[in-house]
């Protein structure tokens, strides 16, 4: 299998949704510095990512709602009608500089990557993962679901049997929209329970193939353990996935100031351990995740294992740099950060009680059938 891809590009690093935003910390540009500062980065791996344009995007989004995406980062306002339709110019989704060309970029590589997975391998996309974004309007930080269109890339480059993974706090909702009752994909999302938007129930089947897991908060290493040995790692084994697409938010981290779970990264990295293999063709997106050491470190290290590199104990310097330049204003944690945070990739283990709501909840996805296509 040839080596991964890696999709970036330099409009995150100089972009921002507002001063005090979530999305004001640096991100895919940290997990960027921080693999190059490895040595993880071949200039051949690395892809930059185009800008979608909205012949593409309208695959899934209404042109009149790409129209104004556009017609807004022109005139830097949004209208009443803007607010009223869109959902463009509220305290969640504001008006940015770039509000049309990042998230369209952002889309643009997860479209190029259901291409460049045409014929099999491993992409990577810490930019992609806005898994709330709806067709006609933005949507909790999400202006396009990439997603979504990443997906519909996949299947027009004839890949047919899709399982979508979705570790992030948040339950995706968008994406259900877009797919829910395909027989031919399969949704997991392992979201936390009551948490914004207040979707994805254990009972609800997304109109087919969706299992939804909502967690209590203070969700452990021991219970996402559980979680992928018992019921992750089964059903993808049972439906045979042509392309995983796997979203590892990480909004799930203890230290994200948005939920309220106490993973460890070690928990994400072994999830994509155990379902790397699982399926010819894997791509692997971002998400959510607000605190940006966090996030920096957790992405580095999806890198790290998709290339087979042994993840350090302590970082080299030049690692090291890059994590100290961050800053996180406006949060009590940015204000203090611990010294791990600087020197280390990986978080000491977070294990816990596995409590009865995990299992009754697996046991209970675990009895419902998989909806076989026609």
Not at 331 to 356: A, I, M, Q, S
Request: some cysteine.
């Amino acid at each position: 299998m040839r080596q991964p891809l890696f999709i970036g590009h330099d409009i995150y690093r100089q972009s921002t949704y507002g001063r005090w935003h979530p999305l004001r910390v640096p991100r895919v540009s940290t997990v960027m510095d921080l693999v190059r500062a490895l040595g993880w980065l071949d200039a051949s791996q690395f892809i930059r990512s185009p800008r979608a344009k909205p012949a593409a995007l309208t695959r899934w989004h209404t042109p009149r709602y790409i129209a104004a995406l556009q017609r807004i980062e022109k005139e830097q306002a949004a209208t009443p009608a803007d607010f009223e339709n869109h959902d463009i110019g509220s305290v969640t989704n504001p008006v940015f500089p770039e509000i049309f060309r990042r998230p369209a970029t952002a889309a643009g590589g997860s479209i190029l990557a259901g291409e460049l997975l045409k014929h099999g391998g491993m992409v990577y996309s810490p930019a992609g993962g806005t898994h709330h974004g709806m067709p006609d309007r933005a949507n909790g930080f999400c202006y396009l679901n990439d997603p979504v269109l990443a997906m519909l890339s996949l299947r027009h480059h004839g890949v047919r049997r899709i399982a979508y993974v979705d570790i992030d706090a948040h339950h995706p909702d968008g994406v259900e929209v877009g797919f829910g009752g395909d027989p031919d994909c399969l949704m997991i999302s392992v979201h936390e329970a009551r948490l914004w938007p207040r979707t994805g129930p254990l009972e609800n089947d997304g109109g087919g193939n969706a299992f939804n897991l909502p967690v209590p908060r203070g969700f452990n290493d021991t219970e996402m353990a559980f979680v992928r040995d018992e019921f992750l790692v089964p059903r993808l084994l049972s439906f045979q996935p042509d392309a995983i697409v796997f979203l590892c938010g990480a909004d799930g981290l203890e230290e994200d100031p948005l939920s309220h779970m106490q993973l460890s990264n070690n928990a994400h990295w072994e999830v994509l351990r155990a379902i790397r293999g699982l399926a010819p063709r894997l791509l692997v997106l971002g998400g959510g995740g607000y605190n940006p050491w966090s996030v920096g470190r957790m992405w580095a290290g999806i890198w790290g294992i998709l290339n087979d590199h042994a993840l350090p104990d302590l970082l080299p310097a030049p690692a090291e740099a890059v994590l100290r330049a961050l800053r996180f204003d406006g949060n009590r944690r940015g204000r203090n950060p611990p010294e791990h945070w600087f020197t280390t990739l990986k978080d000491k283990p977070r294990p816990g009680v596995l409590r009865d709501e995990i299992a009754q909840g697996v046991d209970h996805l675990n009895k419902r059938p998989v909806i076989q296509a026609a």
